[in-house]
């Protein structure tokens, strides 16, 4: 299992369009990936679940991914949490 934390920079928080991103991301992955904030939980797969962890900017996150493709998944993720056009 590979375990990284992020950091939500957006001013709008975690918002529909990267929530989408992260979706897309997830759907490509082969690992299960989880993003937690505090004692909530989303599945990546699911974007209503991501827009419920209310992630306003300066969030951090933790992500969870275990499977075959773990490490290049959670880069992605990381990468996605980087950009501030997202």
Known sequence: M???HVTVQWKAGLHLRPAAKL????KDAKSTIQIKSG???ANIKNIMSLLMLCASM??????EANGEDEQEVTQNIERLFMDPDA
């Open 39 to 41: 004692n909530k939980v």
């Open 23 to 26: 979706v897309q991301l997830g």
């Open 58 to 63: 300066g969030t951090t996150l933790t992500i």
């Open 2 to 4: 590979k375990e990284s």
